[in-house]
């Protein structure tokens, strides 16, 4: 099995920051690339930063210049430094990766259990 677990939510003010860990573990040969969405009420969940095994990332276009993804291969971890936060940035964020399996049935896409991340003064 495959487990993602996600940290760093919380409140924050506008134009605060927070950083945002997700560690995978469990029949991990290999991670092909990692991920970040987030989803409110009511709204289909949408990809806000996403990053390769190689390091190449692309991110939504509410959040360039603002929100940094990076990852560390050794830790099977993926980060998400949030910076000039805003009120519409509130959501619960999710972490997904796309996971090569020791064990062939356990590789696919896996998503984390969610953080809720809300910005308001």
């Known amino acids: 099995q495959v487990q993602l677990v996600e940290s760093g939510g919380g409140l924050v003010q506008p134009g605060g920051s927070l950083r945002l860990s997700c560690a995978a573990s469990g029949s991990i040969f290999s991670i092909n690339d990692m991920g970040w969405y987030r989803q409110v009420p009511g709204k289909q969940r949408e990809l806000v930063a996403h990053?390769?095994?190689?390091?190449?990332?692309n991110y939504a276009d509410s959040v360039k210049g603002r929100f940094t993804i990076s990852g560390d291969n050794t830790k099977n971890t993926v980060y998400l430094q949030m910076n000039s936060l805003k009120p519409e940035d509130t959501a619960v964020y999710y972490c997904?990766?796309?996971?090569?399996?020791?064990?062939?049935?356990?590789?696919?896409?896996?998503w984390g259990q969610g953080t809720q991340v809300t910005v308001s003064s």
């Open positions: 990053i390769t095994s190689g390091g190449n990332t």
């Open positions: 997904n990766a796309d996971v090569s399996s020791w064990d062939s049935t356990m590789s696919g896409d896996y």
